[in-house]
Nanobody, 129 residues
Framework: QVQLVESGGGLVQPGESVRLSCAVSGFTSGYDVIGWFRQAPGKEREGVSCISRQDGTKYYADSVKGRSAISRDNYVYTVFLQINSLKPEDTGTYFC??????????????????????WGQGTQVTVSS
């Protein structure tokens, strides 16, 4: 069993930044890719970014590419997602999740919810003036 806990959300103004954290614990052996998804009210959950614990290979969705950065701290197995120049359309609940066990990295899987096994409860980000 793997547990994921997100934190760092809140109310931010357009143009500001947010840094989200995902703390991963439990039996994490083999769960080497962490992804971030977001879901706005009334919309489908969207894959935003993911990272390999092994070599740090990263994926970004077009919606955040160029203004976001994903990173990890392998010592405590925490993954961070920073999004800059926030827009109202970035509003949503942000979830982190572990990719299926045994996959070290595959960019084509990062945007697919079916690729992921364990999920956190989410943290709300609201971008509004």
């Amino acid at each position: 069993q793997v547990q994921l806990v997100e934190s760092g959300g809140g109310l931010v103004q357009p143009g500001e930044s947010v840094r989200l954290s995902c703390a991963v614990s439990g039996f994490t052996s083999g769960y080497d890719v962490i992804g971030w998804f977001r879901q706005a009210p009334g919309k489908e959950r969207e894959g935003v970014s993911c990272i390999s614990r092994q070599d740090g290979t990263k994926y970004y969705a077009d919606s955040v590419k160029g203004r976001s950065a994903i990173s990890r701290d392998n010592y405590v197995y925490t993954v961070f997602l920073q999004i800059n120049s926030l827009k109202p359309e970035d509003t949503g609940t942000y979830f982190c999740a572990t990719m299926r066990r045994g996959i070290t990295y595959a960019s084509g899987l990062c945007a697919k919810m079916s690729s992921f096994t364990y999920w956190g409860q989410g943290t709300q980000v609201t971008v509004s003036s």
